[in-house]
């Protein structure tokens, strides 16, 4: 009998990726060169977020979509923080509104205006404290309305709500740096990656720690729900330093389901999971390619599907959510590539080839929109709700008629789980010291710099009134 290879029948084998023509690109923008294993940037129907390099503090450009090409020097900034940006996230249910951390130890909230920035913003609508030390990771909760998670270098993650502009709850079960944050569909789990090795799945309100591996074999960095399948996906490193993602079992973290060695090279690996095509994206930092998988619920998984190849390296990476692509092209998912060398935010469409100009129904099936399922009050009480779905069929237009207001509320002390977080300050490490000496030598050397100006000054100005004196008009 011949042999004959067994191919997989799937409707996504083709999918191409298919990069934006150059006038629809945004160019000139100042990327920030931090080396913070963050994307900086954060994309949604209406606007695009970057993290930008600049003096004095943190800041970051809020872009309309629709204004692409070159971007003006002095275009205007969100820069009100005293440390860099780390990281930025939109709110998925008020698109207008933006959450930031920093090195500064703060986490704050930003309303832009209808249109986007006419002049620098300065002044947030809410700033949180309650981290430490500086804070690398926002997350907003995917079903559940200002409802806000931030893990900060003190180890420890907090969760906001912004109803009242204060931490609620703390999961302090940690015992390095936090590196990643993923929800479950219905954000009643939450995974977490950290440096101590360890892989965690976490009950969020209480705190308690569900299932938890040690990850000796596969260094774990990155890990993303793969939506209702109750499984998880990490990209990690081997014992060979080679790069590796992991697939587990939620329920069950003692040995991952399968691992796949990915190629040698020492880029950090981000995973995007899109639940509605059961595609998985894998694209390294540093790299020029994105891979993309199909993931099954039977062995072996995971199938390769294909490769997008480009020559320059990126970043980070934004991802439009559902409701912002185009349907009528059968875009099944758009990345924002941050390319730092030519300060250029690349968009490149991820496309399933069809001839017929009709809505694809079997690519576009129902999908979470911009309705939150629960109010905060509701989600700290216990309750998990399904997120409310809608569908693309129209191409979704509709903006969400809700509005943030931000609570009043007085300086005081931040008690969380009886613990006071302002107070309780751990001592500090000796990079954050070298920080702070270096900043007050530079802040020396410009109060002298200004003093010497003044008696320059002075002298020039009792030299002239000598002058003065004695000309021979005054004699």
């Known amino acids: 009998m011949s042999w004959r290879p067994q191919y997989r029948s799937s409707k996504f084998r083709n999918v191409y990726g298919k990069a934006a023509s150059r006038e629809h690109c945004f160019d000139g923008i100042p990327i920030t060169k931090n080396v ?14 970057i993290v930008t390099e600049s003096a004095g503090g943190g800041s970051f450009l809020v872009i309309p979509l629709e204004q692409t090409g070159r971007i003006e020097p002095n275009y205007p900034k969100v820069c009100g923080h005293q440390g860099n940006v780390l990281d930025i996230k939109w709110n998925p249910f008020i698109e207008n509104i933006i959450a930031s951390c920093s090195e500064d130890t703060s986490v704050r909230i930003w309303e832009i205006p209808e249109g986007g920035l006419k002049r620098n913003m300065t002044e947030a609508a809410l700033e949180l404290y309650g981290h430490s030390r500086r804070v ?23 969760i906001w709500n ?136 039977e062995k072996p998984y995971l199938s390769y599907l294909m490769e997008f190849r480009s020559p320059a390296p990126q970043k980070g990476l934004g991802v439009m959510p559902k409701h912002g692509l185009d349907v009528s092209a059968c875009e099944v998912f758009r990345f924002y590539k941050l390319i730092t060398l030519k300060g ?71 008690v969380v789980n009886g613990i006071d977080l302002l107070e309780n300050v751990p001592p ?27 008696d320059i000054r002075i002298r020039q100005l009792q030299l002239e009134l000598k002058n003065f004196r004695n000309s021979p008009k005054n004699n």
């Open 344 to 414: 250029l935010i690349e968009p490149i469409s991820m496309i399933v080839p069809r001839r017929s100009e009709t809505y694809q129904e079997d690519i576009y099936p129902m999908t979470p929109g911009t309705e939150p399922a629960l109010t905060p009050d509701e989600w700290l009480s216990g309750v998990n709700r399904d997120p409310i779905l809608m569908s693309l069929k129209e191409g979704y237009k509709r903006n969400s008629k809700i509005v943030f207001k931000a609570p009043v509320r007085e300086k005081k002390s931040v």
């Open 136 to 158: 690398g990771l926002v997350e907003w909760h995917p079903t559940t309305n200002n409802i806000l998670f931030s893990a900060g270098y003190d180890y420890k993650v907090l």
């Open 162 to 297: 912004l109803d009242i502009g204060e931490p609620v709850k703390m999961i302090d079960c940690h015992g390095d740096v936090i590196l990643c944050l993923s929800f479950n569909a219905d954000g009643s789990l939450l995974a977490t990656t950290c440096k101590d090795k360890k892989l965690r799945v976490l009950e969020p309100r209480s705190g308690r720690v569900l299932q938890e591996a040690s990850c000796k074999n596969h260094r774990v960095n990155r890990v993303v729900f793969l939506g209702s399948t109750k499984r998880l996906l990490t990209t990690g490193v081997s014992r060979w330093n080679t790069r590796q993602i992991a697939l587990w079992d939620q329920e069950d973290l003692s040995m991952p389901l399968i691992e796949e060695e990915i190629d040698g090279l020492s880029g950090l690996l981000f995973p995007f999971y899109d639940a509605d095509t059961h595609m998985l994206y894998l694209a390294g930092k540093g790299d020029g390619n994105i891979r993309y998988y199909e993931i099954g619920s």
């Open 36 to 49: 913070h294993d963050n994307h900086f940037c954060a994309v949604n129907a209406r606007y695009l977020a």
């Open 428 to 454: 500090r490490t000796e990079n954050e010291l070298l920080r702070m000496f270096f900043r007050q030598q530079d802040e020396i050397r410009r109060l002298k710099d200004e003093l010497s100006q003044k």
